[in-house]
């Protein structure tokens, strides 16, 4: 019988391990490349965020996917916070994405203060600066009221309840907002919690902004498509 040395056969063993390895690479490297690629773009440049609740209605609705711009206000390392440099300043009136640390979970606010403001909000009305926004109301739908908010340099909708429930967060302030950080609200202003709750915003927390729905499948009809709402911009 041929015995061979066991110290030969561990040996080869590391060897054909290699090759193996060797070929697994040649084989698939390019998928793994692009991979890479994937990866890098969603961490650093763009990605989708799921909307998920009620706290930005009527302007987006649970299930809608909508795009986040990563390279709207900062370059930064790839899955990290540190900014490399800085692009643009968050306006009065975007759609951020938010991860936030006080939360602990990733929001999606509209921002109404920026570093500088002193924010007022007296039974939902708002005062930027001393000056009162503007409101007009669009529709009223059973207990809640669609009004149009007229921010400085932004007009957007807004949703409020009729009832008497959530008055505690219908007046705040006046305040400052501090340097680098920004007051952001949800635009259904008696169902969200925002910089009311969790106070101000730094800057290194803003993900980045989203203009547009991507696609949008309704959870409350067997996640079924909104085609109406695929690739509809964002006020």
């Known amino acids: 019988m041929d015995m061979k040395d066991p110290n030969q056969l561990q040996a080869k063993l590391p060897e054909r391990m290699r090759g193996y390895l060797s070929l697994f690479w040649k084989e698939n490297r390019q998928f793994f490349m692009l991979l890479c690629c994937i990866v890098f773009f969603k961490s650093a440049i763009a990605d989708l965020s799921s909307i998920s609740g009620a706290s930005m209605l009527p302007t987006l609705l649970d299930g809608d996917k909508v795009w986040v711009n ?3 206000y900062d370059v930064k390392i790839p899955f990290t916070e540190v900014s490399l440099a800085e692009l643009s300043d968050p306006e009065r009136g975007d759609v951020v994405i938010i991860d936030s ?4 979970k990733r929001l999606v606010k509209r921002i109404v203060g920026v570093p500088g403001d002193t ?3 007296q039974n939902n009305a708002l005062v930027i600066n ?3 926004a503007d409101y007009e109301v669009v529709s009223r739908d059973g207990d809640s009221i669609i009004i149009q908010e007229e ?3 932004r007009t957007h909708q807004a949703r ?5 429930f959530n008055r505690s967060s219908r007046s705040y ?6 340097h680098d950080q920004y007051f952001v609200l949800g635009d259904n202003r008696d169902n969200s919690a925002d910089s009311r ?3 101000f915003v730094p800057r290194s927390e803003i993900i980045g902004r989203s203009s547009s729905v991507v696609f949008s499948l309704d959870s409350h009809n067997n996640y079924l498509p909104r085609g109406e709402r695929w690739l509809a911009e964002i006020d």
């Open 70 to 72: 990563k390279l709207a």
């Open 160 to 164: 409020l309840s009729s009832g008497f």
């Open 151 to 153: 921010l400085p340099e």
């Open 197 to 199: 709750v969790y106070s």
């Open 101 to 104: 640390k006080r939360a602990d």
């Open 119 to 121: 924010i007022y909000m």
């Open 130 to 132: 001393g000056i009162a």
């Open 173 to 178: 302030g006046p305040l400052v907002v501090p």
